[in-house]
């Protein structure tokens, strides 16, 4: 045993760089692989972002090429067929028309309230109470398409609606999902007539985006 006895410390030392190794083997591969798991999970969400970037672009254009349409536009304030039928009926038919075209695009709505008259617009001040007018605000949520969707409906409605403002924003925990702030505005004339639009949007103006 003696003749070992000075061999001993070169064990010790050989035990305890065999047992770090192993030690620190355990502990790096692990980091590596988490390492490279968070890098794959970083290029996707790269990926993922590039991507709701350029759908981001593409509904910006479409607001964009919707405001320069309306401001254009030519088409009717919508007129009651009967005489006399009040404010609550002219506001439940266009109110009842923008929800339905809200539902069927798939876009739920977050929450809702309405302005009657408001005393900024100019049919308002200067209308002589032919003029029906309501702001609908409402907060809702959808996808990038189906927002889209919404918006071209709008455009499309055969009688005048004025977009006041829209406000889109990623939903924090879900890019994918969007909260949009969007305010419209109502038009009807009070009794049966046929309108002269040529001054329409001279007196409304032109939707901000």
Avoid at 12 to 35: C, E, K, Q, R
Wanted: net charge negative.
């Amino acid at each position: 045993m003696e003749k070992y006895k000075r061999y001993y410390g070169l064990i010790v030392f050989l035990l305890i760089v065999v047992g770090t190794i192993y030690g620190a083997w355990h502990i790096i591969i692990p980091t590596i692989n988490a390492n490279k798991a968070l890098d794959t999970e970083i290029a996707a969400k790269t990926q993922e972002v590039s991507q709701l970037e350029s759908e981001r672009r593409i509904i910006e254009e479409k607001l964009k090429q919707i405001k320069d349409s309306m401001a254009g536009s030519m088409k009717k304030v919508y007129s009651p067929i009967e005489s006399d039928l009040g404010n609550d009926t002219l506001f439940f038919t266009l109110y009842n028309d923008v929800i339905e075209m809200v539902h069927a695009n798939s876009v739920k709505i977050r929450s809702i309230d309405y302005v009657h008259n408001p005393e900024a617009d100019a049919f308002v001040a200067h209308g002589e109470d032919r003029y029906f007018v309501c702001d609908v605000n409402m907060e809702l949520v959808s996808n990038y398409t189906n927002l889209g969707k919404l918006i071209q409906d709008i455009y499309q409605y055969p009688y005048y609606i004025k977009i006041n403002k829209i406000t889109v924003n990623p939903y924090e925990k879900d890019k994918k999902i969007l909260i949009t702030d969007m305010s419209l505005r109502l038009y009807a004339h009070t009794s049966p007539e046929e309108e002269d639009t040529s001054g329409v949007d001279a007196a409304l103006g032109s939707p901000q985006i």
